[in-house]
């Protein structure tokens, strides 16, 4: 059973950045899509940013684009959420999520999650 866990949450002042990781368990399928979803208080979870690994192709919402940048690295079978310019709307609890065989992201098409970890963003 592959397990993500996701590291790197914290309390970061507007402005300012955090690096999100996660690592996962074993990749042994022929192709995935990973990203990653938030979830604020009172409200639904919404998909952040999602990769493909069969091409690369990588997406951003629309709130996050120019501040957010996901990244991969195969050999420690990790993904990363690099955040910048951190708003107190980015504080959320943050998810990472595989879709096996897939290569979007979609809230209610991914096959595993994390347990998540939480960004906050206050002065």
């Known amino acids: 059973q592959l397990q993500l866990v996701e590291s790197g949450g914290g309390l970061v002042q507007p402005g300012g950045s955090l690096r999100l990781s996660c690592a996962a368990s074993?990749?042994?399928?022929?192709?995935?899509?990973i990203g990653w979803f938030r979830q604020a208080p009172e409200k639904e979870r919404e998909g952040v940013s999602c990769?493909?690994?069969?091409?690369?192709?990588?997406y951003l919402a629309d709130s996050v684009k120019g501040r957010f940048t996901i990244s991969r690295d195969n050999a420690k079978n990790t993904v990363y959420l690099q955040m910048n310019s951190l708003k107190p709307e980015d504080t959320a609890v943050y998810y990472c999520?595989?879709?096996?065989?897939?290569?979007?992201?979609?809230?209610?098409?991914?096959?595993?999650w994390g347990n998540g970890t939480l960004v906050t963003v206050s002065s």
């Open positions: 999520a595989l879709a096996a065989y897939r290569r979007l992201c979609k809230t209610n098409g991914m096959d595993f």
């Open positions: 074993a990749l042994t399928f022929d192709y995935y899509a």
């Open positions: 990769l493909s690994s069969s091409d690369g192709i990588t």
